[in-house]
């Protein structure tokens, strides 16, 4: 047993395992904020623009609820249209942002791939340094 905690801990803190428990905690913390703009921001918009309407309620009723007095003996049947759009809209808002952000990762993959190495500077050539040495064995005779 001792063994195999050594093993899931090695596992563990592994770079790539850490580097993906933090994507997945900002992952969720990124889709609680584009889940707010969504509903704060944008549907209260866009009901605003379609007549006033709160897209979040906004439901197709199939069957009206079935009623004893105030007791509700069957609820009623409906098409969650609001939220479902909402859904949607958030769904786009993320997949947008992500494609945002791969497009700025690639173009700097892109310019690092592009950008020329600099060139060594070149040396004598073989010949060349033959030569040279030719002509100090020659000095030192």
Known sequence: MKKFMHEFKEFA???NV????VGVILGGAFGK???SLVNDV???LIGTLIGGVDLGK???VLKDAV???EEIVAPAVTLGIGTFLTTVIDFILVAFVIFLMIKTINRFHKKKEEDPKPEEPKGPTTEELLTEIRDLLKEQK
């Open 67 to 69: 009623m004893n007095g």
């Open 42 to 44: 944008f549907m209260p």
């Open 58 to 60: 906004l439901n197709i």
């Open 13 to 15: 803190m592994r770079g």
């Open 33 to 35: 904020i584009t889940t």
């Open 18 to 21: 850490l580097d993906m428990a």
